[in-house]
């Protein structure tokens, strides 16, 4: 005799949790890649203003950021690879796959937050006298 009601099968499908990884080093690896060339590119300006006007220094520094970027990031997202439940059918891959890439937005744009803060506070350490009024000439 066939239950009315249908059991659902809990047992963990191996292929949906294998593509429900690669998907999600996929999307992880592409947004984090996306998310450094973009602070690459349009956080130049702010590093050589923070180092004074010193070019050559704000382009190393910022190399090392996009690298030390790709490190946290990257090592972040294989590291969480592993966490979390795994995946039954469609629903639930799904699912887990916008929790975990969720996460990943969420300790990149923390890394972001944190970088601002760190250079604005290298900034302001480094431009004590800038926003000092002009002195006026003495008159004889």
């Known amino acids: 005799m066939r239950p009315l009601l249908a059991t659902v099968d809990t047992l963990t499908n191996p292929n949906a949790t294998i593509a429900t990884y690669l998907a999600y080093l996929a999307i ?3 947004l984090t890649v996306w998310v450094a060339r973009t602070l690459h590119k349009n956080g130049r300006v702010f590093l050589v203003d923070s180092f004074l006007g010193n070019a050559a ?3 190393s520094v910022n190399h090392l950021l996009v690298v030390g970027f ?3 990031n990257i090592g972040f997202v294989t590291l969480a690879l592993k966490h979390g439940d795994h995946a039954t059918d469609a629903q639930t891959a ?3 796959l916008s929790s975990k890439v969720g996460l ?4 990149l744009g923390a890394m972001h937050f944190l970088n601002l803060y760190v250079f ?3 900034r ?3 431009t004590p006298n800038r926003n000092l009024p002009p002195v006026l000439p003495k008159t004889a």
């Not at 990943?104 to 300790?107: A, C, G, P």
């Open 94 to 96: 799904l699912e887990i």
């Open 28 to 30: 992880s690896v592409a």
């Open 124 to 126: 302001r350490r480094g």
């Open 120 to 122: 604005t506070r290298l």
């Open 57 to 59: 220094l704000a382009d």
């Open 70 to 72: 790709y490190l946290v």
């Open 104 to 107: 990943v937005l969420v300790v």
